[in-house]
């Protein structure tokens, strides 16, 4: 799909979306050079200078052919938050589209890109993948106590608002601490405040793939990702597998095999399948958020 040629037809900022494997990157980039401007990274785990295979990361050749914004800028050590991420995507739209008139905008992140374009909400959206981290967490033996102790870490005040006993009001706490950054005091006081849409236009488009294309694609590029060394990058970040950035598909199954609680081809089946499950609903998402057009590939 093309825009006219008068780019007046494109809304300032660009918003590329929709499941994993679907052909982001590539639609992109295509429109970012028909506009002569810059791509914001809005995927959370690209943003990570340490995650490159394992998260799809744009290629060395993909990143030279246009600028990219907030790809491997931080490091796992000091996660983003949803928050975090708006304020630093706003100020790089701010400044390309006064550049350029506007900016292309491009991952699976519908949180972050709902953030960057509406503010975020008094109850903000929760991602699913943050969602599954949680509750994957709150199964394993002792998860309760691990949740808590990942709540006090970062809300040391968080027993005034919630029963720590309860593993649904602990999994709730921790959505709100982590994707907004802030207490739940905080959350609690600024409740009546609204949030803060952006001032540029904008839009949102994703890829409308054939489901059994789509997984096809999803199977194939995990096997790329394997053929490519993820593995070796997995083992590399094995000490750190206890970081939020880490508790992520792909990299939760290789580290489950380096353990030992799985063997290498329940491995590779199992990475194949929540990446599936991932895209699922990423699809749901956007068919409900952000008044996505779905293109026609």
């Known amino acids: 799909m093309k825009f006219a040629n008068n780019s007046e037809s494109f809304p300032q900022i660009i918003l590329i979306g929709g499941p994993t494997a679907s052909g982001k990157t590539r639609l992109a980039i295509d429109w970012a050079k028909q506009l002569n401007t810059e791509i914001i990274n809005a995927d959370s785990r690209q943003i990570y200078q340490e995650l490159n295979i394992g998260v799809a990361r744009p290629t060395q050749e993909e990143l030279h052919e246009v600028k990219h914004h907030l790809i491997a800028s931080h490091s796992v050590q000091s996660p983003v ?64 106590n691990l949740l808590v102790n990942r ?48 001032s540029f236009s904008w839009g949102c488009y994703a890829l409308d793939l054939n489901r059994e294309y789509l997984y096809k694609r999803i199977n194939q590029r995990v096997d790329q990702m394997l053929e490519h060394g993820f593995l070796k990058e997995a083992e590399s970040l094995f000490e750190n597998r206890h970081l939020t ?53």
Request: glycine fraction near 6%; charge should be negative; proline fraction near 4%.
């Open 245 to 297: 950035a880490l508790k992520t598909v792909g990299y939760s199954e290789l580290f489950s095999f380096f353990e030992g609680r799985l063997d290498w081809s329940s491995a590779v089946d199992l990475i194949k399948q929540k990446t599936r499950n991932y895209a699922k609903r990423q699809i749901t998402w956007y068919k409900h958020h952000l008044n996505t057009e779905w293109i026609n590939p």
């Open 81 to 144: 938050n949803a928050w975090q991420y708006s304020q630093e995507a706003r100020k790089i739209a701010a400044d390309l589209i006064e550049r350029n008139g506007h900016v292309v905008v491009c991952g699976g992140t519908g949180l972050y890109m709902d953030a960057l374009v509406n503010g975020l909400d008094e109850l903000p959206l929760i991602s699913p993948e943050k969602r599954d981290e949680l509750n994957t967490v709150s199964k394993m033996p002792n998860g309760l």
């Open 151 to 198: 709540l006090l870490q970062q809300d040391k005040e968080a027993e005034k608002w919630v029963e720590l006993t309860n593993p649904a009001r602990v999994i709730r706490a921790l959505e709100l601490v982590e994707t907004t950054g802030k207490s739940l005091e905080a959350l609690r006081l600024n409740s009546s405040q609204a949030p803060d849409p952006i």
